[in-house]
Every structure is written in structure tokens, then in C-alpha cells.
């Protein structure tokens, strides 16, 4: 079973841009969390989507934002992109979430550098 | 949330057994507790996870205290690939699915 993927594994963008990432979940997964990575701040969690809708979002501004597809294909946008978006972006699905212990799988991450 | 504290780095010697600990002293009855690690340069990866009894898995045992206000994540035998960050999580069973990463404990492995 192929793991999950993210595209693309590096970007470059400068301020004021927008960038879309987007993420294939493990097949027959229907719950897709996605994380930002920076050194400073380390692994936070930034919104799940399950069945195509948010569930849970964390607490990043609204330039953050995403959406799932009936495929369980997830993407998440970066509009008016600052030099602090800078960082790893993961993703990670799970069976179903809400109430069940399941273990999240991770992507590689998506590395978006802001000039 | 509840919250885990763990040591920011610890070392090890090759092929010897590790114990990497965690505190969460404030855990609720339906807080699980979850181990993750990320190796250099990959997303994090789950290792195992407990509610109240010791577990034992292919990669690692987790040893959960009596009060459940600490435990600790024991790798057998520490391989060079075992360097990673490890990340102590609770996660309620009766909420959602969020997982809420501490900073974690680097391991390093000394050869």
C-alpha cells in the first residue's frame, strides 16, 4: 500500500504570493491533518479535514486555509505569503479520527521557503 | 489540553537499551498516551501507544506508571537508526483527532 504523498516536496515563492500544497492520503483513509514545522516553533497542528470537512482547525490566521475532495485528496493555500511561512509542511491521514485511537501516517513535507 | 514534559536530549550507546521519559502529571482517565519519532529529514512516524498497561510492540515497549502520571518509552536495543526526535503525546479518546507535539526529546546514538 503506497504511503502518503505530498506534492511538491520543495517550493520557493517571495512575500505576497499564494502557494497551494496538496496531499494524497493512504488509500481507504479518510481523515487528513495537516502540520506546520519550523525550528523555532516545532510541529504544529494547523486543521484536519475528515469526509470533506474541517473538524479541527489550530490556531493559525486565516491566510491558512484548505479542503478536502470526495477522494479524500487533501490541499491546503497560503494566501499573502510572510517570510514566516517558511517552514515544513506535513501531512497526515488516518482511518477515521474522532474517538478512535488511530496512529496518523506522515508525508515527507512539503518545504516552502518565502524570499 | 494536557500537557507532557520531556527531556530535551538524550544519549545512548549502540546496541544498549534506552529509556526516554515523559511526565503528564495533569492526564485525564481518557487521555492516551502516544509515542511518535521523527528521523532526520521525514515526517513522524508513530511507535506505539497505551492507556493504563505496559505495551510491547515490534519496535519498542511502553511502560505507563500505576498513577499514569509518567511513563517511559524503551527501545531494546538502540540501533544508529534509531536517532530521532521522540515525541510523548496524550490524545482523549473522547475528543477529536488533534495531536499536540511538544518539542520533544533528540536522541542520539553513540556508536
Known amino acids: 500500500k503506497a504511503g502518503v504523498t505530498q506534492t511538491p516536496r520543495y517550493l520557493i515563492k517571495t512575500r505576497g504570493q499564494q502557494v497551494t500544497l496538496s496531499c494524497s492520503p493512504i488509500s481507504g483513509h479518510r481523515s487528513v491533518s495537516w502540520y506546520q514545522q519550523t525550528p523555532g516553533q516545532g510541529l504544529q497542528f494547523l486543521f484536519e479535514?475528515?469526509?470533506?470537512?474541517?473538524?479541527n482547525k489550530g490556531n493559525f490566521p486565516g491566510r491558512f486555509s484548505g479542503r478536502q475532495f470526495s477522494n479524500s485528496r487533501s490541499e491546503m493555500n497560503v494566501s499573502t505569503l510572510e517570510l514566516g511561512d517558511s517552514a515544513l509542511y506535513l501531512c497526515?491521514?488516518?482511518?477515521?479520527?474522532?474517538?478512535?485511537?488511530?496512529?496518523?501516517?506522515f508525508g515527507p513535507g512539503t518545504r516552502l521557503t518565502v524570499l | 489540553d494536557a500537557k507532557t514534559t520531556q527531556p530535551n536530549s538524550m544519549e545512548s550507546n549502540e546496541e544498549e537499551p534506552v529509556h526516554l521519559p515523559c511526565n503528564h502529571s495533569t492526564i485525564s482517565g481518557t487521555d492516551y498516551i502516544h509515542w511518535y519519532r521523527q528521523l532526520p529529514s521525514q515526517g513522524p512516524e508513530y511507535v506505539i501507544h497505551g492507556l493504563t498497561s505496559n505495551v510491547n510492540n515490534r519496535m519498542a515497549s511502553l511502560a505507563i506508571a500505576e498513577d499514569r502520571k509518567s511513563s517511559t518509552l524503551i527501545l531494546h536495543r538502540a540501533t544508529l537508526r534509531d536517532a530521532a526526535v521522540y515525541y510523548c503525546?496524550?490524545?482523549?479518546?473522547?475528543?477529536?483527532?488533534?495531536?499536540?507535539f511538544g518539542k520533544g526529546t533528540r536522541l542520539h546514538i553513540l556508536p
Open positions: 503525546i496524550l490524545r482523549d479518546v473522547n475528543r477529536d483527532d488533534k495531536i499536540i
Open positions: 479535514y475528515f469526509s470533506e470537512t474541517q473538524r
Open positions: 497526515a491521514s488516518s482511518l477515521e479520527g474522532q474517538g478512535i485511537r488511530n496512529e496518523q501516517f
